[in-house]
């Protein structure tokens, strides 16, 4: 891209998608608080990113922008946003509400629930990588990436194993919502998709306060029961988000973060040849391809953001992947350093709504590479390219064909 374009955030156009870096280092250097032509402002700088994430005078949610009117004039949108049976999640709910919400399935996902999950993932990763293992080739999205957190995600819930495939398409056509543009087809898809995953929950909810077992669904089920902790519609709506966030997610981490190793034989061999370095080298690769790319937040009074002044309503949208390569944060931030440290990465967010998930996404990533690149040897990038998925806001893979040799017999 030279220097004569006009510079503006559009993340939808293909060269970005694919690779959206260069234009990030571009607005971080020449227009760090930039005023897109869609109305928004955007930020690329570490400091100002965090700032804004951690700003009580920022809010999560939708109905704060001054755009929910503009939008409104949409009838889908607005049965979206008002509609009485969906109440918001608490990623798009301020406090008190949030910390209501938070609080109430905090302890399912600490580190210390998280670990006593570890022996059940290994077990799974092992069976996963077993399947394939005969074969000489794999789809690393397919057959690892993406049946790992979604196991793991509908047993802490006790989804049976045959609805798992009617999830799978819920979850693909609500994520689109996260987008910052969402095409007509895709908003109407998105919005069956949420019906039918409300109505199935609903049933799952009822089939569950009818016969309670020791699963998260459950436990949630009883803090609804007790009081007024949690409305059904809000269970309801705790349970998309869990159960989306599962889905779409860490999916991105393992495809993204395999993809950069190989991309990165050196890296790779290290990791191989020292353990000790899955922790760091998973962090590293949140934020070297981070699987989030940005957020959004709503100015709740008029302020100042680097010189710049936001009005009370306006939207700022944090992008997370390119304050994970700020050069004043993370010298050479370009480079792949499984060893980086510090590695203050925000590739889960900061401030109040800091990834909920985050221990569970970091223990099953640090089990699921270490353990494709012993358990299958020589594995490399297949004669197919790896296929980006086309959402924006999640940065990730539809596939990614690897090769390794097989055992000779
Ligand atoms: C690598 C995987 C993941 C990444 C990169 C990621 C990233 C993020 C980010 C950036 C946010 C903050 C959004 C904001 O501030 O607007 C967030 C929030 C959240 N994430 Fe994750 N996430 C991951 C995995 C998961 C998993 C596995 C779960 C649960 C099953 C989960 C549940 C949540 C929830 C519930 C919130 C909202 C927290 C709140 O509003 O207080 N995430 N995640």
Known sequence: MSTS???AFNPFLPEVHEDPYPLYRRLREEDPVH????GMWVLTRHADVLAVLRDPRMSRDPRRSERVEMLRSSAEVDALLSSEEAAPSMLFVDPPDHTRLRTLVNKAFTPAAVERLRPRVEVIVAGLLERVAGAGAMDVVEDLAYPLPVTVICEMFGVPDADWDRFRAWSRALVRL????????????ALEARLGLRGYLRELIAERRA??????LTALIVAEDHG???????????????????????VNLIANGTLGLLRHPEARASLQADPALTGSAVEELLRYDSPVQFTSRHALADLEIGGSRVRV??????????????PAQFPDPDRLDLTRKPNRHVAFGGGIHFCLGAPLARMEASIAIPALLGRLPGLELGPEPPVRRDTVTLRGLASLPVTFPTPSR
Request: net charge negative; proline share 5%.
């Open 313 to 326: 309503g306006e939207t700022v949208v944090a992008v997370l992947g390119a304050a994970n390569r700020d």
């Open 5 to 7: 374009d006009t510079l």
């Open 178 to 189: 996260l987008d910052p543009l969402v095409a007509a087809d895709a908003l109407e898809r």
């Open 211 to 216: 016969h309670p077992t020791g699963d998260l």
């Open 35 to 38: 005023r897109s032509p869609l």
């Open 228 to 250: 007024h902790q949690l409305g059904e519609a809000e269970l309801v709506s705790m349970c998309v988000l869990l159960l989306v966030a599962g889905h779409e997610t860490t």
